[in-house]
Nanobody
Framework: QVQLVESGGGLVQAGGSLRLSCAAS????????MGWFRQAPGKGREFVAA????????DYADSMKGRFTISRDNAKNTVYLQMNSLKPEDTAVYYC??????????????????WGQGTQVTVSS
């Protein structure tokens, strides 16, 4: 069992920045692929970004490339999502998730075994 706790959400104006954090419990954090997803009201949960266990491979949804950066600190069991140039359409609940298998499939929610409770990000226009 892995427990995840997200933080760092809030209200920001369009063009602003936020950094989300996700702290994980357990001893094998560096073995896990970590992902960020988001869910806007009335919509399904969508892939945002993922990072492999070593932190040397990342991937992003097209609409986030160049604006969002995923990173991790394995010594702190924490994954981050730096979000810049935020837009009102980025408003959503953001979730981090753990994938216990390898870096071969990570864009779908069913690829992940554990989820955090989510943190709200609201971008005003």
């Amino acid at each position: 069992q892995v427990q995840l706790v997200e933080s760092g959400g809030g209200l920001v104006q369009a063009g602003g920045s936020l950094r989300l954090s996700c702290a994980a419990s357990g001893r094998h954090f560096s073995n896990y692929v970590m992902g960020w997803f988001r869910q806007a009201p009335g919509k399904g949960r969508e892939f945002v970004a993922a990072i492999n266990g070593k932190g040397d491979s990342t991937d992003y949804a097209d609409s986030m490339k160049g604006r969002f950066t995923i990173s991790r600190d394995n010594a702190k069991n924490t994954v981050y999502l730096q979000m810049n140039s935020l837009k009102p359409e980025d408003t959503a609940v953001y979730y981090c998730a753990v994938r216990k298998s390898g870096w071969n499939s990570y864009r779908d929610t069913y690829d992940y075994a554990y989820w955090g409770q989510g943190t709200q990000v609201t971008v005003s226009s």
